[in-house]
DNA sequence: ATAGAATCGGAACGATGGTTCCGATTGAGG
DNA sequence: CCTCAATCGGAACCATCGTTCCGATTCTAT
């Protein structure tokens, strides 16, 4: 029974097929697109319909419509690991934590796709994305630590507060109201308090 | 309270037979506790069986699973609002805002059937709960003007972005981190600034 | 006690959506 | 070309739920 899945993308690289790699590409790119506007709830027909396959090409490359959500949505988090990691010895600590704050913010509040892989499956992902969790939550932490050590972040907060803190503007904005003046209001709030 | 239509008549109220009363009554109550633990994902025959009636009772009460959802949570932000009104003419405006927003918090944060309430279909309800936002913004909108007058809390802002920053910092208890933390860093950025 | 109406329970229906299966199709080596 | 295994498409399957229906049951007025 040739039943090895073809799910596991870490393992040993096997030359697909020409249409079915491009057809690969397809699923994902427009996974990518749908699940971030409308969440999980967008059903794998309409993937498979607007990508131009069947259902059954969907299922070939991803063993469950949760591994395609968390293929994606797992590179859309090592992006932003990458951005914390870009920024962590710039030459304003307090500067470059704000400005990561915004660029979470900024990359999540239209999309309900990584607002859901952050908060319900996400952000503190439990399973084989353990260990994204665990870099996002360092790498988050070194622009904390630096910037409360500069003076510009109240001391006592953790990674995880800011993670929650990131995780309620996104709110805030699906929610309504003035933007900016909701976010400035947190991030007023993120200063160290006289 | 001219608002009405929630079972299938709106005629003057014709008395049920005593068991019909002593379900409705019983259905409301396990709705109610699991709607507000899970959200409206709880199935309709969960809460049946839980009650101990058939699904037919459940429907000849409430004519959809929508309408006994926000039968409940009507009936809950009535409470919310009556609490604002309560405090509208406190004698610490700022004390009253800061503790209604506490209030709203607290209410909110443990129960996935009200956030859905407020975020979802809520808060803003639309069509026949329309007049309960209106309310509601109009409640709030008192305590914050007076506490803004009085100082405590930085102008600019209005109901909606109240509305806003309260359903973030119920998402941020959602997420983790240290609660009080996190409420706390709301809560400074609430104060004028210097 | 009895009948008629109100109410009950839960099987059945229909819609939705994830997943599987398999005959048809197609790419690539010979 | 030709062959055959990889790949494809989408019908079919199954599970979940909201909602409806109707024969059985229970209440209440007489």
Redesign the pocket.
Known sequence: M?SNA?TREAEPDKP?????RR??ARVLEVAHEMFLAEGMA????AIAERA??????V??HF????ALFEAIMTHRIQDMIDEARGLADADDPGAAFFSYFLYIVERTESSKGVHEALVKSGFQFDERVGDLAAEMRESLGVLLRRAQEAGAVRAGLTASDVKALMAGVTEMRRMGGDHDLTLAVVLAGLRPQV
Chains 1, 2 share one sequence.
Request: glycine letters at 12%; a positive charge.
């Open positions: 040739p073809q697909l097929r020409a249409d079915a057809n690969r967008v059903p794998i027909d131009g396959v069947g259902v059954g090409t299922y070939r063993p469950t419509k949760e």
